[in-house]
């Protein structure tokens, strides 16, 4: 079987953790402070902070940004629950709204319909590695924008790389993320008043003071592996944009949509997602033929039990016909063939 992801691991990730576990200082340390600095260099902003997960940088993101229970937070319908669980620790509304039907980011004509005085921050996923070109008019708002970078890290919008425009950014490293420290996040602004609170809340002995905080630190285990991972990103990013190519060249003349192009933003493929009215067969046909397709997010965030319902058409028809082919750089030439080849049998 093909898997649907995979990391991308080698010698260099080995002998850094063991460097890390033979000094036996594994918990935060000199480790993580580098790969802050290193990140903080990579992404073009001053300030980063490493966490333990990607949602616990979302969590951290809002209190940071001040947003109380009650207050309402508007995510879109396509991404994965972690925005959900984010909201829903400090008590706040999500609202949910539509997305585009050529990026399947978030869709700002339907955000602005949504917002109330009471929407005090939108989480702007780039989902499926394709940065969104609208984060300029979100930003414009007025209203604080926290970028979900998870997916895209390394794309840019209009030259500026994702995350260096909203208020503050966030990321994820998990084990299939487009670069991994097994589990963990970082958060990423310019702002020193945003990040000081992040720090203060993600470590939670040796205070003067006492306030809720939250043990979501990086472990300097995850810091040597980030630190590795990161020196390969450009080469990441760089085998996923040639199978991209590869599966435009192969599929190109088939029923399917493919990924959207835009000289706006220049996307990094972490997933390759096609719609299809045919979807369904075509995932378990190519299962059964040993090749891991998906869906790209299980299920819609407003079919959930106990959220509103509402009218969500554009992301009703993406998430009933998308596809997400496997890409990733661990893929030989001759998987990336063969998932291709394979494709296009389906449609014979």
Same mark, same amino acid.
């Given at each position: 079987?093909?898997?649907?992801?995979?990391?991308?691991?080698?010698?260099?990730?080995?002998?850094?953790?063991? =460097? @890390?576990?033979?000094?036996?200082?594994?918990?935060?340390?000199?480790?993580?402070?580098?790969?802050?600095?290193?990140?903080?260099?990579?992404?073009?902003?001053?300030?980063?902070?490493?966490?333990?997960?990607?949602?616990?940088?979302?969590?951290?993101?809002?209190?940071?940004?001040? @947003?109380?229970?009650?207050?309402?937070?508007?995510?879109?319908?396509?991404?994965?629950?972690?925005?959900?669980?984010? *909201?829903?620790?400090?008590?706040?509304?999500?609202?949910?709204?539509?997305?585009?039907?050529?990026?399947?980011?978030?869709?700002?004509?339907? @955000?602005?319909?949504?917002?109330?005085?009471?929407?005090?921050?939108?989480?702007?996923?780039?989902?499926?590695?394709?940065?969104?070109? =609208?984060?300029?008019?979100?930003?414009?708002?007025? *209203?604080?924008?926290?970028?979900?970078?998870?997916?895209?890290?390394?794309?840019?919008?209009?030259?500026?790389?994702?995350?260096?425009?909203?208020?503050?950014?966030?990321?994820?490293?998990?084990?299939?993320? @487009?670069?991994?420290?097994?589990?963990?996040?970082?958060?990423?602004?310019?702002?020193?008043?945003?990040?000081?609170?992040?720090?203060?809340?993600?470590?939670?002995?040796?205070?003067?003071?006492?306030?809720?905080?939250?043990?979501?630190?990086?472990?300097? *285990?995850?810091?040597?592996?980030?630190?590795?991972?990161?020196?390969?990103?450009?080469?990441?990013?760089?085998?996923?944009?040639?199978?991209?190519?590869?599966?435009?060249?192969?599929?190109?003349?088939?029923?399917?949509?493919?990924?959207?192009?835009?000289? =706006?933003?220049?996307?990094?493929?972490?997933?390759?997602?096609?719609?299809?009215?045919?979807?369904?067969?075509?995932?378990?046909?190519?299962?059964?033929?040993?090749?891991?397709?998906?869906?790209?997010?299980?299920?819609?965030?407003?079919?959930?039990?106990?959220?509103?319902?509402?009218?969500?058409?554009?992301?009703?028809?993406?998430?009933?016909?998308?596809?997400?082919?496997?890409?990733?750089?661990?893929?030989?030439?001759?998987?990336?063939?063969?998932?291709?080849?394979?494709?296009?049998?389906?449609?014979?």
């Amino acid at each position: 079987m093909i898997p649907h992801s995979l990391p991308t691991l080698g010698r260099e990730e080995l002998s850094a953790v063991s =460097e @890390v576990i033979s000094s036996g200082c594994i918990a935060q340390g000199k480790k993580v402070e580098e790969f802050e600095r290193q990140f903080s260099q990579f992404i073009g902003l001053r300030r980063t902070a490493a966490v333990n997960s990607g949602t616990s940088a979302l969590h951290l993101a809002l209190i940071a940004l001040d @947003v109380k229970a009650g207050d309402e937070v508007v995510v879109p319908d396509i991404v994965c629950t972690a925005l959900l669980n984010a *909201i829903n620790y400090i008590g706040a509304t999500p609202v949910i709204a539509d997305i585009n039907g050529d990026d399947y980011n978030l869709s700002y004509n339907d @955000v602005k319909r949504r917002s109330t005085k009471k929407t005090k921050a939108i989480i702007l996923p780039h989902m499926f590695g394709t940065p969104s070109r =609208e984060t300029e008019r979100f930003k414009d708002m007025g *209203i604080p924008v926290i970028e979900d970078c998870a997916q895209s890290v390394g794309g840019k919008i209009r030259g500026r790389n994702a995350g260096t425009i909203g208020d503050i950014s966030i990321f994820s490293f998990y084990a299939t993320k @487009v670069f991994t420290t097994g589990e963990g996040g970082m958060l990423a602004s310019d702002s020193d008043d945003l990040i000081d609170k992040v720090v203060n809340l993600r470590e939670y002995d040796n205070k003067d003071d006492y306030t809720t905080r939250y043990n979501y630190k990086m472990t300097d *285990i995850q810091g040597a592996m980030g630190i590795e991972q990161l020196k390969k990103l450009p080469e990441f990013i760089s085998k996923r944009r040639r199978i991209a190519e590869y599966y435009h060249m192969v599929l190109n003349d088939l029923p399917v949509k493919l990924p959207m192009f835009s000289s =706006e933003v220049e996307g990094i493929y972490y997933r390759y997602v096609i719609c299809s009215d045919l979807a369904q067969e075509l995932i378990g046909f190519l299962r059964s033929n040993g090749i891991g397709a998906a869906k790209p997010v299980f299920k819609q965030l407003h079919k959930f039990a106990g959220l509103q319902k509402g009218n969500y058409p554009v992301a009703d028809n993406v998430w009933r016909d998308s596809v997400s082919l496997p890409i990733y750089p661990k893929l030989s030439d001759a998987e990336v063939e063969e998932i291709a080849k394979s494709t296009r049998f389906f449609f014979r």
